[in-house]
């Protein structure tokens, strides 16, 4: 079974963990974003100073590919209004490298899109809602439903979905649009693109707006219900556990995140610095934190019923929502269905 993002086998895990390599590494070229999306972490007019440059940015990408990483995932900020995107992406490709670009779709015009689909760049298209006011509202935009619209119509224009195009959407769970994600699951289905339903990390944005919140057990309602859809009309069997609908996260295993001004962290929920690509080599950043082997040991270190649940052997819930929520990344999820402290709740 393929796992974080249907792309890496348990085997390919396990052998990354024992040799202390990665499969992957996201990366943010610049936190600059033109949404204000109200479950995202809104960066300080100090952490867009002092970026890292386009030739720190090569240089890390290359120390990840000396590790192992056959992919590098560009998140953001926004990529697709980034000066220097194409330049990034054929350098990705240069080096033998997959690339997958998570994108609101503000820049993706015609010729973006024709960009992106001969230089078979993987795009995660974020839309939350098939109802422009739900989600004009959740991007924080107005006409933001329009520009995802445009989007989508450009990169299908350019051809995707297709066997080397891949297209997915990225949908955030919240109380807004939870009523219409199983049609909205069955649309993308039906269009042959990938849904990344996940439950919202809390921090950031999300902190403050609680009005985004879906209480656990309305979460295992909608993975169960969205399961059951895939079983039943598109032969897909997973069982229902969060954070991910109809996958599992294990990137703390294969991945890390190099920030737009070199901070190397976990993953974008566990916002612990381990260390800087301008002051130490990612490999060795990588292999000396604490943080990062306790992740890549999680059977032994982790702590709560997450330690003693039945799926401890595969999943070690969402350490970002740990994280945020205890101040402890190896905490029991307290977002977790599974947890009895949301049973009680």
Request: net charge neutral.
């Amino acid at each position: 079974m393929k796992t974080f993002n249907l792309e890496f086998t348990e085997d390919e895990i396990q052998k990354a963990v024992a040799d202390n390599r990665l499969l992957s590494m996201e990366i943010e070229f610049s936190r600059r974003c033109n949404f204000r999306c109200s479950y995202c972490y809104v960066p300080s007019e100090e952490e867009l100073d002092n970026e890292l440059s386009r030739t720190e940015l090569k240089d890390v990408i290359r120390q990840a590919k000396k590790l192992g990483a056959g992919k590098i995932i560009i998140l953001g900020g926004e990529p697709s209004i980034y000066p220097h995107l194409r330049e990034m992406i054929s350098f990705i490709k240069e080096e033998g490298l997959e690339a997958e670009m998570f994108t609101n779709g503000s820049g993706v015009t015609p010729e973006l899109a024709g960009f992106l689909a001969r230089n078979r760049v993987r795009v995660v298209l974020k839309q939350n809602s098939q109802d422009e006011v739900i989600q004009d509202r959740l991007a924080g935009k107005t006409g933001a439903f329009q520009i995802i619209k445009a989007a989508l119509r450009n990169l299908r224009q350019a051809g995707y979905p297709a066997a080397d195009n891949f297209l997915a959407v990225s949908t955030i769970i919240c109380q807004q649009n939870i009523a219409e994600l199983p049609e909205m699951w069955q649309w993308l289905r039906n269009q042959d693109i990938e849904p990344y339903f996940e439950v919202i990390t809390p921090q950031g944005n999300a902190r403050q707006n609680t009005w985004l919140e879906v209480p656990s057990n309305e979460l295992k309602m909608i993975f169960s219900k969205l399961a059951a859809i895939d079983k039943e009309k598109y032969g897909r069997d997973w069982e229902p556990q969060p954070p991910l609908a109809g996958n599992r996260c294990m990137r703390h295993q294969v991945s890390c995140v190099v920030t737009s001004t070199g901070n190397v962290m976990p993953c974008v929920g566990v916002t612990i610095a381990i260390g800087n690509i301008r002051q130490q080599p990612l490999a060795e950043i990588i292999k000396n934190s604490e943080v990062i082997n306790n992740l890549k040991n999680f059977r032994q270190t982790i702590k709560g019923e997450c330690r003693t649940c039945e799926k401890s052997s595969e999943c070690y819930g969402c350490r970002g929502a740990a994280y945020q929520l205890t101040g402890d990344y190896l905490e029991a999820d307290p977002t977790c269905w599974l947890n009895s402290s949301c049973k009680k709740g």
